[in-house]
């Protein structure tokens, strides 16, 4: 599980890591917001922490909300000392998945984290997608475009979903590896190519018009044609 830590280094990021190292050794911090977008929107990231300052709590909600309107829809929970009800609730209306009060229990945060990143597949879409000219619907993994329709597997369905996340971005092969493979898969980044190629076929056969590009030492995305 990776991290986005979004606060100061000194005084958040790095006493929060002891809290976590039993959950993961990876994360990023950042303090700055403009940073904090740029590396959503082109990395993968499990679950957001977000210290806002008592200074900086609208700063902070502005921030939830932009990322949310580009459809990041991350799980974020925020860490806080400020305890009034009120924040609490401009957050948690802004687009954050949970409040966490400073101090904390560390079993709590886990808990926490856990529940918020199994829920993530809750609201990041309806059950069916519309895309281009073909629908998808991600619980049975069929994608229909007119009268034809292709059954995905469901590794094919995984990156199809996350490339539709992220409609905007490039993903690179490490990134969709990192978000669609399980961690303990015997298979190697190279798998993304060939499953990209399964998934093309089958966009192809429905008959749509809607194109996985690749960019060279960029990445791939899915467009309309």
């Known amino acids: 599980m990776k991290f986005l830590v ?36 082109n990395h993968v990231f499990d679950v957001i922490l977000l210290n806002p300052t008592y200074s900086g709590a609208h700063e902070a909600v502005s921030f939830v909300q932009e990322i949310r309107r580009l459809s990041i829809c991350t799980p974020l ?54 895309f281009c000219d073909f629908s998808f619907d991600i619980r049975t ?10 059954k995905l597997t469901s590794k094919e369905g995984k990156i199809l979903e996350y490339l539709l996340l992220n409609k905007n971005y490039y993903k690179t092969k490490n990134e969709i590896y990192f978000k669609c493979w399980d961690l303990e898969s015997n298979s190697n980044y190279n798998s993304v190519e060939v ?8 966009i192809t056969a429905i008959g749509s018009s809607a194109k996985i590009i690749v960019a060279r030492n960029i990445g791939y995305r899915i467009v309309e044609k």
Do not use: W
């Open 195 to 202: 499953y990209i190629s399964f998934l093309r076929k089958k």
């Open 6 to 41: 979004i606060g100061n280094e000194q005084y958040f990021a790095t006493p929060l890591y002891a809290s976590l190292r039993k959950i993961t050794k990876e994360y990023e911090c950042c303090s700055d917001y403009t940073l904090a977008s740029y590396l959503l929107s």
């Open 77 to 130: 929970i925020v860490i806080s000392e400020l305890s009034d009800v009120a924040t609490k609730v401009m957050f948690l209306n802004a687009g954050c998945d949970d409040y966490v009060e400073i101090p904390f229990a560390g079993e709590e945060l886990h808990a926490r984290i856990d529940a918020a990143y199994r829920r993530k597949n809750d609201y990041i879409y309806s059950d069916i997608v519309f």
């Open 141 to 150: 993994y069929h994608i229909s475009c007119g009268d034809h329709t292709e």
